[in-house]
């Protein structure tokens, strides 16, 4: 039972073009709502959260869009650069439960080329 | 501040031999968990510790799996007997504080295999 689910195993993009990632889920106890990146050989690192209070969050090249009504989030990336090739993981979890037991999703490789 | 502290990187095993995996936490952290990635999957959450105390176990294999975290030292995942579907990383993460905290660090992991 997949709750989250991150369809496309892959994605390729021109290096200074935009990166959408997506995510979906199926639990609607979901409350909170993480991307993390990992590079090969190494542990998930951060990127950035939303809570369901929100519908959009922005870090600097980073924004994720959450449509609470869909179950559907995405993570865009612009300008993707070289270095943002990496797996980027999907996470959830309801807010009142320990916020680290996370669901992840699968993972999308992304590859951004020069 | 050195991140979570995972060790060894790479550990293999003999079908049917102890594997024990070590997991030390960020300075001032008092709550790990445990994580398994198996090929081309996600992560799946295992075990969640505080200090000498389990706090949610739900994801760990009902045999020869079980994990501690002792009021010293780091926190150790042991597998008995290991089996060859026991290859995966292993990750560990750790949080300042459970219910309120937004996010976990990761460790490098260790990658098990069985052979």
């Known amino acids: 039972d997949q709750q989250v689910k991150q369809n496309s195993p892959s994605l390729s993009v021109q290096e200074g073009r935009i990166s959408i990632l997506n995510c979906d889920y199926t639990n609607s106890m979901f409350d909170y709502f993480l991307w993390y990146k990992k590079y090969p050989a190494e542990g998930p690192t951060f990127l950035i959260s939303?809570?369901?209070?929100?519908d959009k969050n922005e870090d600097g090249r980073f924004t994720v869009f959450l449509n609470k009504s869909a179950k559907h989030l995405s993570l865009h990336i612009v300008p993707s650069q070289p270095g943002d090739s990496a797996v980027y993981f999907c996470?959830?979890?309801?807010?009142?439960?320990?916020?680290?037991?996370?669901?992840f999703g699968t993972g999308t490789r992304l590859q951004v080329m020069l | 501040n050195a991140g979570v502290m995972q060790n060894p990187r790479h550990l293999v095993r003999r079908r049917g031999q102890e594997a024990r995996l070590r997991c030390s936490p960020m300075k001032g952290h008092s709550h790990v968990y445990w994580y398994r990635q198996l090929p081309e999957e996600g992560l799946k959450f295992m075990v969640y510790l505080q200090k000498e105390n389990i706090i949610d176990e739900s994801g760990m294999p009902k045999e020869r799996f079980s994990a501690e975290f002792p009021k010293e030292g780091p926190s150790i995942l042991r597998i008995q007997q290991v089996v060859r579907g026991d290859s995966a990383a292993y990750f560990c993460a750790s949080s300042p504080m459970g219910a309120m905290n937004t996010e976990a660090f990761f460790g490098q992991g260790t990658r098990l295999t069985v052979v």
């Open positions: 996470a959830a979890h309801p807010w009142i439960s320990t916020a680290s037991k996370l669901t």
């Open positions: 939303i809570s369901s209070i929100k």
